[in-house]
């Protein structure tokens, strides 16, 4: 039985396909461990028992899948987008617009990076309630995400400038 296969992500680099597996594989663990711990919560819940650490747990794992989720999205060109006005453009235009948005893209998530760490090095003092974790561990979620988000991005701005289509990024 082979390894879990998830849809490929455009073509890359070896070092940007390796983080795309990474982060994929990351969010289908976290999905399977919360999904595995909310079942045996509500089944200790019918026997009028409980699970303590199972909602605290299954919080800090969804910011993680929220963050990594979104940087695997973005590995794909996956995030919603509103295209009306950027169907109607020609080609070249419609390059431009991408390459504006992908750089606006950019400081957006490389403010997130910076404020992300801060917030993370803030909280090292702060705890979990139940599990008595750094709270830091479950803010780095978005430095984290953002980053691998970051090096999508980039790599999809890159593309742009060297003038390569939607559908040669992303297939058709």
């Known amino acids: 039985m082979g390894l879990l296969r998830l849809p490929s992500g455009p073509p890359a680099p070896a070092p940007i396909r390796w983080l795309g597996w990474a982060v994929d594989h990351t969010v289908v ?21 409980d699970i303590a650490w199972t909602t605290e747990f299954c919080e800090f794992m969804m910011v993680w899948a ?3 989720g979104g940087a695997s999205l973005a590995r794909r060109g996956g995030h919603m987008t509103i295209t009306e006005l950027l169907e109607k453009l020609s080609a070249p235009s419609r390059q431009k617009a991408d390459a504006v948005i992908q750089a606006f893209c950019l400081v957006i998530l490389l403010i ?8 993370v ?9 139940v599990l008595e974790w750094p709270m ?3 803010y ?10 970051l090096v999508f991005v980039a790599y999809d701005f890159v593309q742009i400038v060297r003038g390569k289509s939607r559908e040669e990024r992303y297939g058709g």
Do not use: D, E, K
């Open 29 to 49: 663990a976290i999905g399977a461990v919360m999904v595995v711990l909310v079942f045996c919560n509500v089944v200790m819940h019918v026997l009028r028992r």
């Open 66 to 68: 929220t963050f990594l």
């Open 112 to 119: 997130l990076v910076w404020y992300g760490m801060g917030i």
């Open 121 to 129: 090095q803030a909280n090292w003092g702060n705890m979990l309630t």
């Open 136 to 138: 830091a561990l479950q």
């Open 140 to 149: 780095l979620g978005l430095p984290v995400g953002s980053a691998a988000m």
